[in-house]
């Protein structure tokens, strides 16, 4: 089972290794399995998989506090009993963290309405970084990712928790789980002790933070032909070049 962040990681790389991973799991439908796990929102992947890319069979999006299953005839479905305890621990905050953050120095609100999240646009060198004190004190979490997102989520709550909440759900050996990603916002997935890859070209914070995870393997190439370099390399499915 691949889950996989897509920005940088699963459409990380040229149309040509693009084009190979996606090939090799469409052949390969059987026995590999498909989940994103991002930052994106269900719409975006909708729209994302009619163009062509392979669909999933479920999705853990908007960072964590979505998480879905994908179904021919409704599309990606809330799977409601793995969702429950992240919109308690949200309990309708949106408005008070747009409220407390508001004219923030370096933060710009993202023009989404998210369930349980609220995002921002970060420019790091306006940025005060008393942002994070005004959330915690609020019992919500932050994430910083590449430098140019900050969003805020339910305590507890990121990608690493929900793929191993659907991971358990789905009652799959978490040995036959490969977590893909390339930036800090995929840190608690790689991290959460599944077999896990940081991509070629991975962001510099997340891979000081990774250093030391002996199960974390890191790829030379980039994006989705750094997810094929550690199939092979982890000798979880065979690819095609072996």
């Known amino acids: 089972m691949l889950a996989t962040d897509l920005d940088g990681t699963f459409l990380g790389g040229n149309e040509k290794e ?20 991002t930052g994106r929102d269900p719409e975006f992947i909708e729209d994302l998989c009619a163009g062509g890319v392979p669909w999933p069979e479920y999705v853990i999006g908007d960072v964590g506090t979505t998480i879905a299953e994908v179904s021919p005839d409704e599309g990606i479905k ?32 993202q023009p989404t309405n998210f369930r349980y999240r609220v995002s921002y646009d970060l420019d790091m060198p306006e940025y005060d970084n008393r942002a994070g004190a005004l959330i915690a ?43 893909a990603g390339d930036t800090l916002n995929d840190l608690s997935m790689l991290a959460c002790g599944l077999p896990a890859v940081a991509v070629g070209g991975a962001e510099q914070a997340l891979l000081k933070e990774i250093a030391d995870l002996d199960h974390v393997y890191k790829a030379e190439a980039i994006g989705a032909a750094g997810i094929l370099e550690a199939v092979a390399a982890l000798g979880m499915h065979s690819t095609p070049k072996g």
């Not at 019992?139 to 997102?149: A, Q």
């Open 137 to 179: 004190e609020l019992g919500l979490d932050h994430i910083i990712s590449d430098s140019r997102f900050f969003d805020v989520l339910p305590q507890g709550i990121s990608k690493g928790p929900s793929l191993k909440k659907l991971v358990a759900h789905l009652e799959i050996d978490e040995r036959k789980v490969l977590a």
């Open 78 to 109: 809330p799977i409601i009993e793995l969702e429950r305890e992240i919109a308690d621990l949200w309990n309708g905050s949106g408005d008070r963290v747009r409220k407390t953050l508001r004219d923030h120095p370096g933060l710009s609100l």
């Open 18 to 37: 693009r084009a190979e991973l996606y090939d090799w799991i469409e052949e390969n439908r059987l026995s590999v399995g498909l989940i994103f796990v």
